[in-house]
DNA sequence: CAAGCCTGCTCAATCGATGAAGCAAGAATT
DNA sequence: AATTCTTGCTTCATCGATTGAGCAGGCTTG
């Protein structure tokens, strides 16, 4: 029996007066514990047919009003913009949907302000858990959940109030600046030091990937004055800007750079074709972050990419033990080959 | 008054206990019509000043499950993994937060049944309005959903019973295939006929790319046959098959090539790397989409960029205005400039 | 000064699903 | 035959926010 025009969802109500039984039986029998409240396999099969007929879905507000636990589970992330997050982001959903779980995700545009609003939203469908990732504040999104009960696991960035699970940066970097020092060399036979591209100078990951770029130049011998480090931001055009006053006060550039993500290497990517500075040497490149046409670019440059599948696998691994402590998991990135 | 443990979050009847008040009064205050409920300016700002101090988050559940509407916003996408829906659902979200909507995004990984699915879920949060981003079958979809009174609208890829909005694939093929042909002729003073790669034969976007792309041929007066269209799925790994195959029935291969999204092109300029067919002349490429790598990969790659802002406008703007006649809006998509 | 009006609230039903408690009828046990 | 068990349900309170209806007290108005 179809209805024509249908104003009203059907309900677990109007299933149940079809079948000439209560309420509470098709709620049993449609989420799956009706052996538990012994409903005969007879009512089960008859309701979940009307059910299927009816075309009824369950209403998911009511549903978890009633219920502890809503098995929604939220992740916040900065952008949509490059494979990093895309990728945790698919894993994301995939992981969660393996148990059952309800992922809800809302992108914060790298504003902090929207990073809390959408942290209150999340609170506001009641999630049971909240990943927050690359967030310029973690704790005090932790500090919002934690005062609602949730918990929340940090992804990618670290926080200091609960668990988080991120990159080896300085092993990363420290691999991602031996590689571009040795192309330097092997190409100029120069050891010239490096120029490092992007990301805040304030956020931890960037420290710890300077750190293991300072450490590279340490260990080869080369040494590099501070002004070589421009953590001017993620956005293309704010590398593009760096890039584009540091060489109105310096000749020759460096021979070499690490950027610091695909985003902020749009950026360089870009004042390197416009500005024509490197037309006659191509200068050798590392990028922490991978992309696949970045790949193509050409020889010049080594990536590093970031372990995606281990870190949802951690960050699940948490959820599902219930772990509280405020552990810091390091998952090692892939040193992609060149071509 | 800080609590330390709190196991219990916050509801409007606490706040309506600590200021002495109904919890009625404090939902009105809260919600913002209490004006209407005529609710003392006095009282208003005392319970905004608890509810801040509380910490208190508005339950999504009880409020949507007792409202009429939920203002809540679905949308399905296929992937996240290249610009174009990445920057789709960064507009999503933006222009339903500036509308007081609340979006809910789910990825369905290409998967007709799992894009079933997450349509399913979406009633079960009650959404106002779904938004079906390429979805392979959308008239399945949106038979769903006005089964639950939900409307629906397509983007990407059009359907048949909903509104859509999708972009001029005709146009924007016929352009991009001009352009490649006439580099094709510059270059090597050919006028060859172009490969197609990518796609799935069946959907809409497609076929419409060919029409182009085969009035471009015509119109320039070269003839080809359609063995030369490779519409085999989107997957790199598929163009990079067909590629393989046809490189072992066919030499000369072709000059050129029509490559049908970015996510195609990944695999086909692996192929053409790994393979080295092309090692001795590059081909003249076009992608039907945008990339910044892909845009510095050299000047013998054109791409067509689908104006996402406008689509996204154009699709708000059907949902403000209620509209639902079966209209397709065609957004001109934007022939980037070389190098 | 009675009738009506306005202000500023409170009361209670409601949304749909859930599950503890309870109950009727038949089966098994003593 | 009386008691206990088991099966297969139903009843009803509950989750938290919303909103129509209602009510008390002060203020106008004729």
């Not at 310029?136 to 696991?153: K, N, Q, S, Y």
């Not at 956005?235 to 985003?263: C, D, H, W, Y």
């Not at 992309?291 to 970031?306: C, K, N, S, T, Y």
Request: net charge neutral; aromatic share 6%.
């Amino acid at each position: 029996m179809k209805r024509t025009t249908q104003t009203k969802r059907t309900t677990i109500y109007d299933l149940a007066e079809l079948a000439g039984t209560s309420a509470s039986a098709v709620s049993a029998v449609l989420n799956g514990n009706w052996k538990k409240r012994r409903i005969s396999v007879k009512l089960a099969e008859k309701i979940t047919k009307l059910a299927e007929e009816q075309g009824y879905a369950l209403n998911m507000q009511a549903s978890v009003l009633r219920r502890e636990r809503s098995k929604i589970i939220g992740m916040i992330v900065p952008k949509y913009d490059n494979r990093y997050f895309g990728s945790i982001v698919e894993q994301f959903e995939a992981l969660a949907r393996e148990r059952g779980l309800f992922p809800i995700i809302t992108c914060t545009m790298r504003d902090p302000a929207l990073e809390l609003e959408a942290a209150r939203t999340m609170l506001s469908y009641q999630v049971d858990c909240l990943i927050a990732t690359g967030a310029t504040d973690p704790d005090r999104v932790m500090e919002l959940c934690a005062a609602a009960g949730v918990r929340t696991i940090n992804l990618d960035l670290p926080g200091a109030r609960a668990p988080s699970v991120i990159s080896d940066n300085y092993g990363g970097a420290l691999a991602l600046t031996r590689r571009v020092l040795a192309n330097c060399e092997k190409e100029y036979g120069e050891k010239t030091p490096l120029l490092f591209v992007g990301g805040r100078g304030t956020d931890h990951n960037t420290v710890e990937r300077v750190r293991g770029f300072r450490d590279a130049h340490a260990e080869a011998g080369v040494a590099f004055d501070e002004t070589l480090v421009q953590a001017v931001g993620y956005a293309p055009e704010k590398a593009e800007n760096a890039m584009r006053q540091l060489a109105e006060r310096m000749s020759p550039l460096p021979r070499g750079m690490f950027v610091n993500s695909t985003i902020s290497l749009e950026g360089v990517m870009r004042w390197i074709r416009r500005s024509g500075h490197y037309a006659d040497r191509v200068p050798q490149l590392g990028c922490f972050d991978w992309d696949p046409f970045v790949a193509m670019l050409g020889d010049h440059i080594e990536m590093v990419r970031q372990d995606v599948p281990k870190m949802l696998e951690a960050v699940f691994g948490i959820i599902d033990s219930g772990a509280t402590e405020l552990t810091v998991v390091q998952i090692p990135p892939i040193v992609e080959k060149m071509g």
